[in-house]
């Protein structure tokens, strides 16, 4: 080289140092069993990966755990909630007493049979210890979101969520808090109970307690639980989940770690969605671990609660939103003593519902290694309502971000080509039937080997080694040409501008179906400030546009919205991407001032 010589300033310095430190500091020890993946080619690109390991058949119903840990560590905490300034604690064998107990009042109600019991409640220990009850007796549970029942709600959701499950009674945490919910057209008529506030005509929880005590009659293959999920047409079905395949799903997780402890957690997702249910409540008791049950948000406003909580409580796995990961990585950075409490002995963490940039992770990362001298594996799984809710995962250490995983023990995978990508498709025995009364719909959901379609696509993190994993590559639908007939391929063009952008956007919509011109709606990180995050997005689509071909690969407009995705609406799916379609249909009013002419001021326009 020849020239100037080359200078770096002591802050890059710095920076360069503490790069490197992280990314040379070992891992902690995460507890996984051995890698395993069969990998079989066939003819035309298609792939099958499977997982040849075993899995424990012990329990076959959702309510087996806990019978078994209340008998074998009758004193540990299963679940804990807020209770003034401490927890109202409850361990395995109280709940096997109140479930037994609760099992029995359903019973003494008339209200156990193959109607589900709608649930209408945020996350309690009320609220899972009735769900428990009724699945024990072979009665199927619907939660449903809170947000359909709370005040200003949008009523006819909850009437849709009725006519597809026709549920046989409600029950509610509070009744004062849903009223408004619980005078629906579509529940009138229904059994009420409520844990606390209960109108006149109500039943009182406490009453349930009265009765005595039922054992557990629920069968392998009976229902045990609807889960409501729109996908992509943000029209709710209710996927039937079985004892059977809920339970193997547990144990399929539970068999990619080697780990003789039960697992702690501080967690908020709600029940009435697969993660928070079943890869989280369900699957710490079938591992006798224990939930501590976060009221908190990943919003600016409602993550202090979050932040309380892990002031208090050091989880040894720790699963949150990007969202929350992004806010937590900015609460870690500026807090020593959170920091040391978070990193004492938590040996995983984890995201679901959507992606995390390699910033945020590499800036948690870093906090890790200058608390604790080590890194933190950082996982992901992937996966839909239908299939357990997890069909792979991340189960070796690893600080990438983005990975899908590699399929669970007894799972296997099939990467069909499909136009110009791999569609991911899977068979286990933890995929659901189908959903409930929509026999053809079901008998669609799957190919002519058996495999579940999840309209997903999937590429090799490294195609030269498939056991470093699979990278969601978009969905097959989301694709569309411009007027001109250029096809826009939807997922190269995001992740590729996100890449550009950072950590100032949290996702994007692609638009620019019937258009001659592709435009972007942005989410906005909440953190920042509006102008920085404005002006990231303008520095990071024109490098975008620089290295860009084409028609179908250059950014015309951009718009940053002016809040997040909606998960409840939809535009967060169960499987954890942008719902495109459905995005664009509930954000038309900022597609259509995206291509307006003469274009509004926020709107940013490129040559």
Same mark, same amino acid.
Request: hydrophobic share 40%; proline share 8%.
């Given at each position: 080289?020849?020239?100037?010589?080359?200078?770096?300033?002591?802050?890059?310095?710095?920076?360069?140092?503490?790069?490197?430190?992280?990314?040379?500091?070992?891992?902690?020890?995460?507890?996984?069993?051995?890698?395993?993946?069969?990998?079989?080619?066939?003819?035309?690109?298609?792939?099958?990966?499977?997982?040849?390991?075993?899995?424990?058949?012990?329990?076959?119903?959702?309510?087996?755990?806990?019978?078994?840990?209340?008998?074998?560590?009758?004193?540990?905490?299963?679940?804990?909630?807020?209770?003034?300034?401490?927890?109202?604690?409850?361990?395995?064998?109280?709940?096997?007493?109140?479930?037994?107990?609760?099992?029995?009042?359903?019973?003494?109600?008339?209200?156990?049979?193959?109607?589900?019991?709608?649930?209408?409640?945020?996350?309690?220990?009320?609220?899972?210890?009735?769900?428990?009850?009724?699945?024990?007796?072979?009665?199927?549970?619907?939660?449903?979101?809170?947000?359909?029942?709370?005040?200003?709600?949008?009523?006819?959701?909850?009437?849709?969520?009725?006519?597809? +499950?026709?549920?046989? !009674?409600?029950?509610?945490?509070?009744?004062?808090?849903? @009223?408004?919910? =619980?005078? /629906?057209? $579509? %529940?009138?008529?229904?059994?009420?109970?409520?844990?606390?506030?209960?109108?006149?005509?109500?039943?009182?929880?406490?009453?349930?307690?009265?009765?005595?005590?039922?054992?557990?009659?629920?069968?392998?293959?009976?229902?045990?639980?609807?889960?409501?999920?729109?996908?992509?047409?943000?029209?709710?079905?209710?996927?039937?989940?079985?004892?059977?395949?809920?339970?193997?799903?547990?144990?399929?997780?539970?068999?990619?770690?080697?780990?003789?402890?039960?697992?702690?957690?501080?967690?908020?997702?709600?029940?009435?969605?697969?993660?928070?249910?079943?890869?989280?409540?369900?699957?710490?008791?079938?591992?006798?671990?224990?939930?501590?049950?976060?009221?908190?948000?990943?919003?600016?406003?409602?993550?202090?609660?979050?932040?309380?909580? +892990?002031?208090?409580? !050091?989880?040894?796995?720790?699963?949150?939103?990007?969202? @929350?990961?992004? =806010?937590? /990585?900015? $609460? %870690?950075?500026?807090?020593?003593?959170?920091?040391?409490?978070?990193?004492?002995?938590?040996?995983?963490?984890?995201?679901?519902?959507?992606?995390?940039?390699?910033?945020?992770?590499?800036?948690?990362?870093?906090?890790?290694?200058?608390?604790?001298?080590?890194?933190?594996?950082?996982?992901?799984?992937?996966?839909?309502?239908?299939?357990?809710?997890?069909?792979?995962?991340?189960?070796?250490?690893?600080?990438?971000?983005?990975?899908?995983?590699?399929?669970?023990?007894?799972?296997?995978?099939?990467?069909?080509?499909?136009?110009?990508?791999?569609?991911?498709?899977?068979?286990?025995?933890?995929?659901?039937?189908?959903?409930?009364?929509?026999?053809?719909?079901?008998?669609?959901?799957?190919?002519?080997?058996?495999?579940?379609?999840?309209?997903?696509?999937?590429?090799?993190?490294?195609?030269?080694?498939?056991?470093?994993?699979?990278?969601?590559?978009?969905?097959?639908?989301?694709?569309?040409?411009?007027?001109?007939?250029?096809?826009?391929?939807?997922?190269?063009?995001?992740?590729?501008?996100?890449?550009?952008?950072?950590?100032?956007?949290?996702?994007?919509?692609?638009?620019?179906?019937?258009?001659?011109?592709?435009?972007?709606?942005?989410?906005?990180?909440?953190?920042?400030?509006?102008?920085?995050?404005?002006?990231?997005?303008?520095?990071?689509?024109?490098?975008?546009?620089?290295?860009?071909?084409?028609?179908?690969?250059?950014?015309?407009?951009?718009?940053?919205?002016?809040?997040?995705?909606?998960?409840?609406?939809?535009?967060?799916?169960?499987?954890?991407?942008?719902?495109?379609?459905?995005?664009?249909?509930?954000?038309?009013?900022?597609?259509?001032?995206?291509?307006?002419?003469?274009?509004?001021?926020?709107?940013?326009?490129?040559?």
């Amino acid at each position: 080289m020849s020239g100037f010589p080359f200078r770096v300033s002591a802050r890059n310095r710095r920076s360069m140092d503490a790069e490197l430190r992280t990314s040379n500091a070992p891992f902690r020890d995460p507890r996984y069993a051995p890698r395993q993946l069969n990998v079989v080619e066939r003819p035309g690109g298609e792939f099958i990966l499977s997982h040849p390991g075993a899995f424990s058949d012990r329990f076959q119903t959702t309510t087996a755990p806990l019978a078994h840990w209340a008998e074998a560590a009758p004193t540990r905490v299963w679940l804990a909630e807020r209770s003034g300034s401490g927890w109202r604690t409850i361990t395995f064998a109280e709940a096997w007493d109140r479930v037994r107990a609760l099992a029995a009042g359903l019973r003494d109600l008339g209200l156990v049979g193959e109607r589900p019991l709608l649930i209408l409640a945020r996350n309690t220990i009320d609220h899972a210890l009735i769900t428990y009850a009724a699945m024990s007796q072979g009665t199927p549970v619907a939660p449903v979101s809170p947000q359909y029942g709370l005040p200003g709600a949008n009523l006819a959701r909850l009437a849709y969520a009725c006519a597809v +499950l026709n549920p046989a !009674a409600v029950y509610t945490e509070d009744a004062a808090v849903f @009223a408004e919910g =619980l005078s /629906a057209d $579509a %529940l009138a008529g229904l059994p009420v109970i409520a844990s606390s506030n209960p109108r006149p005509g109500d039943v009182a929880l406490e009453r349930l307690y009265r009765a005595g005590e039922a054992p557990p009659t629920a069968q392998p293959d009976q229902h045990a639980k609807y889960l409501l999920t729109s996908g992509s047409t943000g029209l709710p079905k209710a996927v039937v989940c079985l004892h059977r395949t809920m339970s193997i799903n547990a144990a399929q997780i539970d068999a990619c770690f080697d780990d003789p402890d039960p697992p702690v957690m501080v967690h908020s997702a709600p029940w009435s969605h697969s993660l928070g249910a079943n890869a989280i409540l369900h699957m710490s008791a079938h591992r006798g671990g224990t939930v501590y049950i976060d009221a908190g948000q990943p919003t600016a406003a409602r993550f202090a609660e979050t932040i309380r909580n +892990l002031k208090e409580i !050091a989880p040894t796995y720790q699963n949150m939103v990007p969202a @929350a990961w992004m =806010l937590f /990585a900015e $609460a %870690l950075e500026q807090d020593d003593d959170l920091a040391r409490k978070f990193f004492s002995r938590v040996r995983l963490l984890q995201y679901g519902g959507a992606a995390l940039s390699q910033a945020y992770g590499d800036r948690i990362q870093a906090v890790a290694v200058r608390t604790v001298g080590e890194r933190i594996s950082f996982g992901s799984g992937y996966g839909a309502t239908e299939t357990g809710p997890t069909a792979s995962n991340v189960h070796w250490p690893n600080a990438r971000m983005g990975l899908m995983g590699l399929p669970l023990p007894g799972t296997s995978v099939r990467l069909l080509p499909e136009h110009g990508k791999l569609e991911f498709r899977v068979k286990g025995p933890q995929i659901s039937p189908g959903y409930l009364n929509q026999p053809e719909l079901s008998a669609a959901a799957f190919d002519d080997e058996g495999f579940y379609r999840l309209g997903d696509a999937a590429r090799f993190a490294n195609p030269d080694d498939p056991r470093e994993g699979l990278v969601f590559d978009g969905r097959i639908s989301e694709n569309f040409k411009l007027t001109s007939g250029t096809f826009v391929i939807v997922s190269d063009l995001r992740l590729g501008v996100l890449g550009d952008i950072g950590g100032a956007v949290t996702d994007a919509v692609v638009c620019g179906e019937n258009q001659d011109r592709i435009g972007v709606l942005f989410y906005p990180n909440p953190t920042l400030d509006p102008v920085e995050v404005a002006q990231a997005v303008r520095n990071g689509v024109a490098a975008f546009n620089a290295r860009a071909k084409g028609s179908g690969g250059r950014i015309a407009r951009a718009l940053v919205l002016p809040d997040g995705p909606d998960a409840g609406a939809g535009e967060i799916t169960d499987k954890g991407y942008i719902a495109q379609s459905l995005a664009r249909t509930r954000r038309a009013d900022a597609v259509q001032r995206l291509f307006a002419d003469p274009p509004a001021p926020d709107v940013m326009v490129f040559a």
